[in-house]
């Protein structure tokens, strides 16, 4: 897309197998400089070897996310926006515990849920980014090692 080439990066992640350390896709993201608020735009990026990973035949690369606003995190709400056009998005009853409990959270039964739902998205080969929770490292590592280049 015209603007991921003209416009500068803010922020690139890099997606890294975590047996070969291949590159196997890229996270790249800005923010408009709107006077009445900036936009994130975020782009995820799938190789062949990331979408072997997710056991998928191919990403739809041409995906992307935009997040404005205020009060939250723009990258993640961008980067899940994206994620959710791609098909590789869970709803947040499919992932309430593993977001938004912290593995500190001694609450009986949540770290049967936090479990139970893990489970589910390896299964369904699901990266698990709520919009604007700011969890998208976390997310990304349960497949990719994940490095942040800017």
């Known amino acids: 897309m015209r603007h991921f080439i003209d416009h500068s990066m ?11 350390g291949e590159e ?6 800005y923010y408009t400089d709107n006077p ?3 936009v994130c735009h975020a782009k995820v990026i799938m190789y062949r070897v990331g979408d072997k990973i997710l056991g998928r035949e191919e990403s739809d690369n041409d995906a992307e996310g935009r ?19 791609m098909g590789l998005s869970c709803n947040r009853g499919e992932m309430d515990a593993f977001t938004f409990h912290n593995s500190d959270d001694k609450t009986t039964g ?10 589910w998205i390896v299964e369904n080969k699901k990266i698990p980014v709520y919009s604007g929770s700011g969890n998208v490292r976390q997310a990304f590592e349960i497949y990719f090692r994940v490095i942040e280049v800017l």
């Open 10 to 20: 803010d922020k690139v992640t890099l997606l890294l197998d975590k047996a070969t």
């Open 24 to 29: 196997a896709g890229k996270i790249l993201a």
């Open 36 to 38: 009445a608020g900036s």
């Open 67 to 85: 997040a404005g606003g205020y009060g939250y995190d723009k990258y993640s709400a961008a980067v899940a926006d994206c994620l959710h056009k």
């Open 110 to 119: 949540v770290e049967e849920k936090r479990k139970e739902q893990l489970a």
